[in-house]
């Protein structure tokens, strides 16, 4: 027998050993504390030793017990970061999907899981008003940032062949750290990223945005993008996209609109979004406001040409030996990937399951709440709210009688508090200056209850400290 070789039989009984754990964890979730009770020197201890020599079998899983306990749990109040809560469906599919090891280079090496692929995608464009564009899923909405501005920059100024040369990209101030990180990768300079100026909202200001570009094209610098975001990650506001979609036109500008946080409540609340359709091309996170375990991004685009422009550079090993449109498809074409795993039989199981109805209600339910909050919030004396609402992040501080001097520290002490007492999981962001509390709702386990615990949770820490 091969060393690494293990019998139906014993898979069988590991399998239901897991599957029996992951579900008592699933059950306690709302009994967990929203961070482990735990210290960097605990789990270094524990998890930094030697891996064996000799195979445990399998007394190997007992330790899981131990990751499962230093784990941050994706329990009903944990509203940090744009992160979503692990829909338990997915889950399976990933398991499946591990046993079944496609390799999604393209049809040939994996006929079902290409078609779902490319179906899944479809089916996403089309349920966020996208319809007929194409993409492809990837890890997150960093690397859909980054193939949306590779095709940005091949397409205006090709860099394939000769090398890249300085471009500008327009982008909010608001804009995610990933974009800056693209465009530095990209290698048209950091330098050449305009941060335009926000409204009271945190919404781009188209006007800035004409009058940056005209400065630009006076002084002789050729500019390729605009980023519009749809949903910014500190308080989930939307760039005008229509005003910003017609001047890209105007100035002929690739338009890559950062949906990675908020496109997918295109699906809920599509009047939020008017525009999304007039993208060049566009990110997405199912990871996020799909609820779909990590990782499962997604990057969309409107002309495959573009994508196979930018892309494509097959080695013969790889070339396909089929016209067909659908058994000559390769992923690897139009992404920058080439080995990937089967993230869309996760995305298909759980849409499959609950239908895409559900989600919409589940999306529906998040707005209403954070809404729900952000007013329990405007109705407490202590507290202040600091941004507007658009989607589901509710920034706000403690302000109780302190001078204002104050604040910035003392809210930064109230949030440490918040996670040490272990109820609810919220995280933070700078607003104009201001050090903000955030809760973004993007959990489908969230009661009313839970999240209004934000609240007592906050009063409760400003007390303690
Ligand atoms: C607006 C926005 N864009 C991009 C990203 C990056 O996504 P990921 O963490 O999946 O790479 C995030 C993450 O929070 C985000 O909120």
Redesign the pocket.
């Known amino acids: 027998m091969n060393p690494l070789e293990i019998s139906a039989d014993e898979f069988r009984r590991l399998g239901t050993r897991a599957v029996d754990m992951a579900a008592a964890f699933l059950d306690e979730l709302n009994d967990l504390p929203t961070f482990p009770r735990t210290s960097g020197a605990e789990t270094e201890a524990l998890f930094g030793v030697p891996l064996p020599s000799i195979g445990k079998g399998a007394a190997a899983l007992d330790d899981v017990g131990e990751v499962f306990r230093l784990s941050r749990p994706p329990g009903p109040r944990f509203y940090g ?3 979503g809560s692990g829909e338990p469906v997915a889950a399976i599919a990933d398991l499946l999907a591990s046993v079944l090891n496609q390799n999604l280079t393209a049809w040939r090496s994996a006929p079902a899981a290409a078609a779902i692929e490319r179906a899944t995608v479809r089916a996403l464009a089309e349920a966020i008003g996208c319809k007929g564009f194409q993409g492809a899923l990837c ?7 980054l193939m949306g501005l590779a095709m940005a920059r091949e397409s205006r100024l090709q860099a394939n062949e000769a090398g890249a040369q300085a471009g500008v990209v327009y982008a909010s101030e608001e ?2 750290m ?2 800056g990180k693209a465009v530095a990768l990209l290698g048209l300079g950091r330098q050449n990223l305009r941060l335009i100026p926000v409204d009271s909202h945190f919404r781009m200001l188209p006007e800035a945005l004409e009058h940056a570009i005209e400065e630009d094209r006076r002084a002789g610098r050729r500019a390729i993008a605009i980023v519009a ?1 749809a ?3 500190n308080t989930g506001a939307i760039d005008p996209l229509g005003e910003i979609a017609a001047i890209a036109r105007k100035h002929a500008l690739w338009l890559h609109v ?5 496109a997918l409540a295109a699906l809920a609340a599509p009047e939020k979004f008017g525009a999304l359709a007039e993208a060049d091309s566009l ?1 997405l ?1 199912a ?2 406001w799909l609820y779909q375990p990590l ?1 499962c ?1 997604c990057v969309l685009y409107r002309d495959p040409a573009t994508a196979q422009k930018t892309f494509a550079h097959t080695g013969d090993y790889a070339r396909s030996l089929s016209d067909d449109p659908i058994e000559g498809y390769a992923f690897f074409e139009e992404s920058i990937e080439l080995s990937r795993r089967f993230r869309a039989l996760k995305l298909w199981l759980s849409l499959r399951y609950h239908g895409l109805d559900a989600f919409r209600r589940a999306i529906a339910d998040d707005l209403r709440r954070a809404k729900l909050l952000a007013e329990c919030i405007a109705a407490t004396p202590e507290l202040e709210l600091l941004s507007t609402l658009q989607l589901s992040a509710v920034c706000f501080r403690y302000v109780g009688t302190e001078p204002s001097e104050k604040l910035n520290e003392l809210n930064r002490t109230i949030l440490r508090r918040v996670i040490e007492r272990g109820r609810v999981y919220i995280s933070n962001a700078t607003l104009k200056g201001r050090f903000a509390l955030r809760a973004c709702i993007v959990n489908h386990r969230a009661t009313d209850a839970d999240v209004l615990e934000v609240v007592t949770e906050v009063l409760a820490a400003a007390r303690e400290v």
């Open positions: 970061y744009v992160l890890g997150g909405g960093s690397a859909a940032n804009v995610h990933s974009i975001s949903g910014t990650v950062d949906g990675a946080y908020g990110s996170d990871h996020k990782d991004g």
